[in-house]
């Protein structure tokens, strides 16, 4: 592709010479640095791969793959390689920027991990009216995600369960389907354990038929403990290819709700379609997705049992015992620790708990699982920030996984850890178990631990993967990139943008930016690329987020990604990464 030519007006065309962008003058520089007579043998790649790209383990049969990578090219020679067949090297898929390999150690407890955990996973769409159905979960499991929840309630005739958002408009979907779903996808992406949290609002009867439905469809992949009382969780491995069951029985079917969560739920009923709609358009036009913050949870709305009274056969599938709110948080956290649990809050709930029991709740998260889950008033299927709930040691931040935006980004960013098998260690100052003052506070000022210091040189592949005038009609993009840190407070404030390059499919920008660190353990880093608009918002032309601890040192190709989080095929940028 050397010329492309833009519509004016019906007499005129301005036609732009498409350059390929040349390499940078430093990745020249350590071509012939690393290499003898113009020719890179297998031994020198190694030796840059060490020495430069800090791969302190890298063996001759990691050279020679990358070597074997190459040899379809036209550019690739026996004797070694070349600079340009060096230069693909840098831009393939053998130079990525974090490890695609689980190596995290998965022989912990449960506790000691941070979970990828889908909310209402069964939903397509908002959480008034959309519709319900199997598919959100399969596409979530294919992500990587090791939590699904599903919400049970009795059908209109009381003889069978389906699966839906209680007190909406959201169109059921039979149980028995999402069951089969999970069974058939549980490990398309990943052989670790899958976690289904069951919010139930079933009578006896109907318990013991799910009972019936979950041994049948899982049989032997489904993980049942000899005991209730564990005093700690089995471990990931341990687990492998497992379904664990984690639920906490309701009280009494379909119990009197307080006066205002039960004028609630039945508004909702009632409602009638084109009401929801109405009520839809109005927080997509104001760009809230919040309507009264009285209004409770749904899951708040029904309290619990005592599991003593729930049917048995139902009560052995629990794998992971559910606790819950009724005696204050206060109770919860300095009861007998000698049972491992799973405790549910609202984002609302933690955001108020961590003022007064922050270092109470990361201790709690030592042992038992803590599941943070959004704010019933979230209509848009919208997302929070996650870490408030990983910085107190949170191992199941529940999103909802069908929709866009920043958080969501960032979860995706956070599990791209360890492989992208959809559990993550908790750095080690979480699991501290010393002296009050000992505890991790991810609010409370702390010395900058290192500096990241990112280079961007130039990009790739927007022309194979967006069309000709995806981005301006009159003539090529104007590309730039923002860039920033999530993570604790003290990391986030710092935001950075590059140069707009003008009329290029393949810009360079070579630019570096730095970043210091407090808590580079739950850093992740984002990076957005744009299209330049002077007269209107500027368009969307990739994205990704990166966990900063997994970060290769060195010069490597970084993958971008829609809005939704699907790569591109060939969009990617070429970066340089370092500590200081």
């Known amino acids: ?221 489904l993980y049942c403990p000899e005991s209730e009382n564990l005093e700690e969780f089995p471990s990931p491995n341990s687990l492998k290819r497992k379904i664990l069951i984690s639920t906490k029985p309701p009280k009494e079917y379909l119990q009197t709700q307080d006066s205002k969560g039960k004028g609630n739920a039945q508004m909702l009923k009632t409602s009638s379609k084109k009401e929801v709609a109405q009520t839809e358009r109005l927080y997509s036009r104001t760009g809230s997705d919040t309507i009264d913050e009285g209004q409770v949870d749904e899951g708040e709305l029904i309290e619990e049992e005592d599991e003593e009274n729930a049917v048995p056969e139902y009560r052995n599938l629990i794998a992971i015992h559910a606790t819950k709110l009724k005696d204050g948080l206060a109770k919860v956290l300095g009861r007998d620790q000698s049972k491992a649990k799973r405790l549910s809050m609202s984002e609302q709930q933690l955001e108020n708990a961590i003022n007064i029991h922050g270092s109470e709740i990361v201790r709690f998260t030592q042992r038992n699982l803590l599941r943070i889950y959004p704010k019933g008033t979230r209509i848009l299927s919208t997302n929070y920030n996650p870490h408030v709930g990983w910085g107190h040691g949170a191992q199941m931040v529940a999103f909802n996984m069908q929709g866009t935006g920043k958080y969501l980004r960032i979860m995706q960013g956070m599990f791209r850890a360890n492989g992208g098998c959809g ?118 032309a990739g994205q990704t987020c990166l966990p900063v601890s997994e970060l290769k040192r060195g010069i490597r190709a970084v993958p971008l990604h829609d809005e939704k989080g699907d790569q591109y095929r060939h969009t990617r940028l070429l970066m340089r990464f370092q500590f200081d």
């Open 423 to 540: 559990y993550v260690k908790k750095p080690e100052f979480l699991l501290r178990n010393g002296l009050q003052s000992d505890v991790f506070d991810p609010n409370e000022p702390s010395h900058v631990q290192t500096h990241l210091k990112v280079k961007i040189y130039q990009g790739e592949g927007w022309h194979l993967d967006f069309g000709r005038t995806a981005f301006d009609q009159c003539s090529p993009p104007d590309f730039f990139i923002k860039l920033g840190i999530a993570g604790v407070p003290a990391d986030t404030y710092k935001k950075e943008k590059s140069r707009v390059v003008v009329d290029q499919w393949a810009p360079v920008w070579n630019e570096e930016f730095t970043f210091p660190l407090t808590v580079p353990e739950l850093a992740v880093l984002r990076l957005e690329v744009f299209d330049y608009d002077q007269a209107k918002k500027n368009d969307f």
């Open 1 to 221: 592709m050397s010329k492309q030519a833009f519509q004016i007006c019906f007499f005129f065309k301005r036609i732009f010479k498409l350059r390929v962008a040349e390499p940078p003058e430093e990745i020249k520089q350590l071509f012939d640095q690393f290499s003898e007579n113009g020719t890179m043998s297998v031994d020198n790649l190694l030796k840059f791969m060490i020495y430069y790209q800090k791969e302190e383990t890298a063996k001759k049969e990691d050279a020679q793959e990358i070597f074997n990578s190459l040899r379809h090219l036209n550019i690739f020679q026996r004797k070694g390689l070349h600079f340009d067949a060096f230069f693909r090297y840098l831009y393939g898929d053998h130079n990525l920027p974090i490890p695609n390999k689980v190596h995290h150690d998965m022989d912990f407890p449960l506790a000691h991990y941070f979970l990828y955990t889908g909310h209402n996973s069964y939903l397509t769409g908002n959480q008034l009216s959309s519709e319900s159905s199997s598919k959100p979960i399969i596409k979530a499991l294919r992500r990587g995600v090791r939590v699904i929840e599903l919400d049970l309630w009795p059908n209109s005739e009381k003889n069978d369960v389906e699966v839906c958002h209680g007190g909406t408009l959201t169109a059921p979907v039979d149980l028995n389907k999402c069951l089969h779903a999970i069974r058939d996808h549980a490990f398309d992406a990943s052989e670790y354990p899958v976690v289904i949290t069951f919010e139930d609002h079933l009578p006896p009867n109907l318990q013991d038929k799910v009972a019936k439905m979950v041994t049948k469809t899982f049989g032997t992949m």
